[in-house]
């Protein structure tokens, strides 16, 4: 018989199998049949340009975050609100604190990383960028909610794939490409 531990493992497995296909479906779909805007004539400029205007949305959830976080210390001035120092935190306030900290470091990787990519793409596929942001926004709301579930926290697993997932197959692409192209490819 399983064990409560062995069977977390398999459903965070479960869900990492099923966040990597969502990102691929996601981006197949951008690239064969929704073809999103891009730039009339990609230059270098105009990709970190298309790339730079589509990164905005990627802060809403650290927004979010440090919202939430200003939030639980306004309501708890007793606790939270004066000395964020002290001892007596609650759950909710610790899970909004380390919300914003992993959002944090996702959202730095996810910015360089695409901004990086942006300037490797052939460029009938620069739609990727907007797909990736949107992957990146859902997965980071996914994470925030499941992590609030107090009685299974794990829940916060598939919004951390389709984040952290979706941060390193971008990565991929942008290392294929330079190893690809070389790094004076449309320069």
Do not use: C
Request: proline share 6%; net charge positive.
């Amino acid at each position: 018989m399983m064990d409560s531990q062995q069977s977390e493992q398999k459903r965070v497995n479960t869900t990492a199998a099923l966040g990597m296909l969502v990102i691929i479906a996601s981006l197949y779909l951008a690239i064969n049949y929704y073809p999103l805007p891009t730039p009339s004539e990609p230059t270098p400029s105009a990709r970190l340009v298309h790339a730079f205007r589509y990164m905005s949305f990627s802060l809403l959830p650290l927004i979010f975050g440090i919202q939430n976080v200003a939030n639980l210390r306004f309501n708890d001035m007793k606790n939270l609100g004066f000395d964020p120092t002290k001892q007596k935190v609650t759950r909710e306030f610790q899970v909004a604190e380390r919300f914003v900290v992993n959002t944090l470091e996702q959202t730095f990787l996810h910015v360089v990383i695409q901004l990086s990519l942006a300037t490797m793409l052939p460029a009938d596929w620069l739609g990727v960028t907007p797909t990736f942001v949107v992957i990146f926004v859902i997965g980071r709301i996914l994470y925030f909610y499941g992590y609030m579930d107090e009685k299974r926290p794990t829940n916060r697993a598939f919004g951390f794939v389709l984040t952290f997932l979706g941060n390193i197959v971008s990565l991929a692409m942008s290392i294929g490409l330079l190893v690809w192209n070389g790094p004076n490819f449309e320069l």
